[in-house]
Each structure stands twice: as C-alpha cells, then as structure tokens.
C-alpha cells in the first residue's frame, strides 16, 4: 500500500482591514453570540486567534458588536441595535399575503381530497364490477 498524503492547503492569512471585515460579515450573518477562539475556528484559519480576539474588541469600541462577560468567558455578538427592522406596514401586508396563501392551501388541500375520495370510488366500482364478472364467468 501506499500512502498518498493530502498536503495541508492553508488558506491565506487575512490581515488589517480585510480581516476585520471578514470577522465583521461573519458575527453579522451568524447573529449569534460566539467567543474569539469560536470565530478563529469557523474561519478555518483564516486569521489567528489571537488577531480575532483584537478585532473583536476593536469591533466592539466601534459599536459593530457587543461584549458579554461570564465568568472568565468573553462572548461578541453583533449589536442588534445596528441590524434594520421591518416597518409594521411591510408586516400587515406580509401577513395578510401569508393569510391569502393559507387559504387558497386549503381549498387546493380540499379539492384534491375531493378528487381522492372520486378515484378512490371509481377504482372500488371498478373492482366490484370485476369481481361480479368472475363470479359470473
């Protein structure tokens, strides 16, 4: 046998700007508390631990992201004041969109019971119908 060894492809090391923005985007589409060494790991590398944990406090003194301490735990989540909120207009017309759709589900939902229960009938007369030509046969 013969050992075939994958080489290890690191991807590029981000630094400055570029990698605060890459840490920004992430806690940003994530929207979820994580701490620096969590951040470092699901970035696959891509900057270093102890890089993160700088920009996350620079972050943080920006107003982009939010410190929480527990215990000896830092956790950076992103500030939720900084994320838009959907007017309550765009809401009442999403729902009664939503309102609309449930219905027009639920006379599709019945139709096609409807049209079930039919076939259904159609196949028992069917089968009846055969059973009584063999019985006659």
Same mark, same amino acid.
């Given at each position: 046998m013969s050992s075939k060894s994958k %080489?290890? *492809?690191? %991807? /590029?090391v981000l630094k400055g700007k570029e990698a605060e923005d890459k840490v920004l985007e992430y806690m940003k589409s994530m929207n979820r %508390?994580?701490?620096a060494v969590d951040v470092a790991a699901n970035l696959k590398g891509a900057i270093p631990k102890a890089t993160v944990q700088k920009i996350l406090v620079a972050l943080t003194e920006k107003d982009f992201l939010v410190q929480k301490t527990y215990g000896? &735990? &830092?956790f950076f989540v992103f500030n939720q004041s900084n #994320? +838009?909120? *959907? /007017? !309550?207009s765009e809401i009442a017309t999403i729902e009664a969109q939503q309102k609309t759709v449930d219905e +027009?589900?639920?006379a599709i939902a019945s139709e096609l019971k409807t049209i079930q229960s039919g #076939?259904?009938?159609? #196949?028992? !007369?069917y089968i009846d119908h055969d059973l009584l030509l063999l019985q006659n046969s």
């Amino acid at each position: 046998m013969s050992s075939k060894s994958k %080489p290890d *492809v690191k %991807p /590029p090391v981000l630094k400055g700007k570029e990698a605060e923005d890459k840490v920004l985007e992430y806690m940003k589409s994530m929207n979820r %508390p994580y701490g620096a060494v969590d951040v470092a790991a699901n970035l696959k590398g891509a900057i270093p631990k102890a890089t993160v944990q700088k920009i996350l406090v620079a972050l943080t003194e920006k107003d982009f992201l939010v410190q929480k301490t527990y215990g000896k &735990t &830092t956790f950076f989540v992103f500030n939720q004041s900084n #994320i +838009e909120s *959907v /007017p !309550a207009s765009e809401i009442a017309t999403i729902e009664a969109q939503q309102k609309t759709v449930d219905e +027009e589900n639920k006379a599709i939902a019945s139709e096609l019971k409807t049209i079930q229960s039919g #076939i259904s009938l159609d #196949i028992h !007369a069917y089968i009846d119908h055969d059973l009584l030509l063999l019985q006659n046969s």
